[in-house]
T-cell receptor
């Protein structure tokens, strides 16, 4: 089945630093999504990307959909303590019979040192 | 409520027992997903419901797992004869079925299942 390789697995950074994480896949996806998950909660969507090469920003977050449609990165600028959490990439492909399945990476755990 | 509601939030059971997990989607959301998240892992797709269409069960790991949904309302995920490897957080998500399906996919807080 489809697999997403997300890296790094974890990061420890100083408050104010920029962060970069990425996902690669052996398969092509139609859509790339980035989520953040806080402890005890479900993932919350940060950014959705629909076109190869698309670069999208949401506040301090910037994400890009790779030209090959097999990769994506997420950047966080000027990190703050509330950025702490687990970030997941997810690729979406129409799987037929009206079903849109999301394939998730294993997550990047971000820790911010004040 | 305004969000996807899951119950119970925590469930501890003995190996071999059956468990039933419940998901109340957002009113009007026709699409409903169940995912499993093992400790330190990403989310694994289990099953998908869309309106009255036949569900996509391709992610269910074994015949011990089943799920039902009545119309466009409540869904229950049942795990029979639980095993220790079933311990995980089970997440439910719902969305409207339109061009905004991706952006409006909302997750519940999950049920933490522990099988002793």
């Amino acid at each position: 089945g489809q697999q997403l390789n997300q890296s790094p697995q974890s990061m420890f950074i100083q408050e104010g630093e920029d962060v970069s994480m990425n996902c690669t896949s052996s398969s092509i996806f139609n859509t790339w999504l980035w989520y953040k998950q806080d402890p005890g909660e479900g993932p919350v969507l940060l950014i959705a990307l629909y076109k190869a090469g698309e670069l999208t920003s949401n506040g301090r977050l910037t994400a890009q959909f790779g030209i090959t449609r097999k990769d994506s990165f997420l950047n966080i600028s000027a990190s703050i303590p509330s950025d702490v959490g687990i970030y997941f990439c997810a690729g979406q492909l129409y799987s037929g019979a009206g079903s849109y399945q999301l394939t998730f990476g294993k997550g990047t755990k971000l820790s911010v040192i004040p | 409520g305004a969000g996807v509601s899951q119950s119970p939030s925590n469930k501890v059971t003995e190996k071999g027992k059956d468990v039933e997990l419940r998901c109340d989607p957002i009113s009007g959301h026709t699409a409903l997903y169940w995912y499993r998240q093992r400790l330190g892992q990403g989310l694994e797709f289990l099953i998908y419901f869309q309106g009255n269409s036949a569900p996509d069960k391709s992610g269910l790991p074994s015949d011990r797992f089943s799920a039902e949904r009545t119309g466009e309302s409540v869904s229950t995920l049942t795990i029979q004869r639980t095993q220790q490897e079933d311990s995980a957080v089970y997440l439910c998500a719902s969305s409207p079925w339109d061009s905004t399906t991706n952006e409006k996919l909302l997750f519940g807080s999950g049920t933490q299942l522990s099988v002793l």
